[in-house]
């Protein structure tokens, strides 16, 4: 079998962009600024009326007082290689070009980084967002229609909102956040109407599954709210990796 020079550069490319991402993503996440996971302390007793108080999360401020680090490099940094080294791999061998296969890694690690911190947190920092959102630009070439990116974000934030009121409506209480709400607008952004569509059915169906998996194990009820963006990390990879193929989606090929 032979094998093109273009396929082994993207190849030895991909490689490298794994060693990088997969230690950068452990480095990155011990390093960021403790202000980025500012959140609203919920007990407002002791704080003055309209002056909501913002703290850090208990498990980062032990971490950092007691100089450990928030993510161990052992064994994520090797896990987290590897994970980007197959997707990498996978996205050479399967062609495209070598900006795109870039471009997908640059965003995975991205929510990579912003599903860390939901699971660890429960709290995403805002610049988090930020930068996917800003993401975004690299993938413009691949809509079909200018407006795309924008009709992504407006279907991402309108299915975000309507799940929020139909868990209000029900349970009295939000089923969504306010980080999965920004992840979910800033991702439409990114994958346009159809991709955004095909994410949220696929990080429903991986949550629903994990969150039956915590409870069937017992380490949970159906009243816990368990972090939604380690299932829509995994739903992204499995989007880019089979859904998505320069400009055209998979999926309505094989109708």
């Given at each position: 079998m032979e094998y093109s020079t273009a396929l082994i550069l993207r190849i030895i490319i991909a490689a490298v962009l794994a060693i990088l991402f997969g230690n950068g993503s452990v480095v990155a996440f011990n390093r960021?600024?403790?202000?980025?996971?500012?959140?609203?302390?919920?007990?407002?007793?002791?704080?003055?009326?309209?002056?909501?108080?913002?703290?850090l999360p208990p498990k980062l401020l032990e971490a950092d007082n007691a100089g450990r680090q928030r993510i161990p490099s052992s064994p994520w940094k090797y896990?987290?290689?590897?994970?980007?080294?197959?997707?990498g791999i996978y996205l050479a061998i399967r062609g495209g070009s070598l900006t795109?296969?870039?471009s997908v890694l640059c965003v995975l690690?991205?929510?990579?980084?912003?599903?860390?911190?939901?699971?660890?947190?429960?709290?995403?920092?805002?610049?988090?967002?930020?930068?996917l959102a800003i993401s975004a630009a690299a993938f413009v070439e691949y809509h079909e229609n200018w407006w795309e990116p924008a009709a992504g974000a407006a279907l991402g934030l309108v299915i975000s909102l309507a799940v929020l009121l139909l868990g209000m409506l029900l349970f009295k209480?939000?089923?969504i956040g306010g980080a999965d709400i920004k992840f979910f607008t800033c991702m439409g952004l990114v994958t346009g109407r159809t991709?955004?569509?095909?994410?949220?059915?696929?990080?429903?169906?991986?949550?629903?599954?994990?969150?039956?998996?915590?409870?069937?194990?017992?380490?949970?009820?159906?009243?816990?709210r368990n972090p939604m963006?380690?299932?829509?990390?995994?739903?992204?990879?499995?989007?880019?990796?089979?859904?998505?193929s320069t400009g055209d989606?998979?999926?309505?090929n094989l109708f």
């Open positions: 960021i600024k403790p202000r980025w996971f500012e959140d609203y302390d919920e007990d407002q007793s002791d704080t003055a009326p309209g002056e909501p108080r913002k703290v896990a987290f290689t590897g994970y980007f080294a197959i997707t795109y296969e870039i690690f991205i929510v990579l980084e912003m599903a860390i911190a939901d699971q660890m947190y429960r709290v995403v920092p805002d610049e988090f967002s930020i930068m209480t939000g089923s991709g955004i569509a095909i994410i949220y059915v696929l990080t429903t169906l991986l949550f629903a599954l994990y969150s039956a998996v915590i409870i069937a194990a017992g380490k949970g009820s159906i009243k816990d963006l380690p299932s829509a990390c995994a739903a992204v990879t499995v989007y880019f990796l089979f859904f998505f989606m998979l999926l309505l």
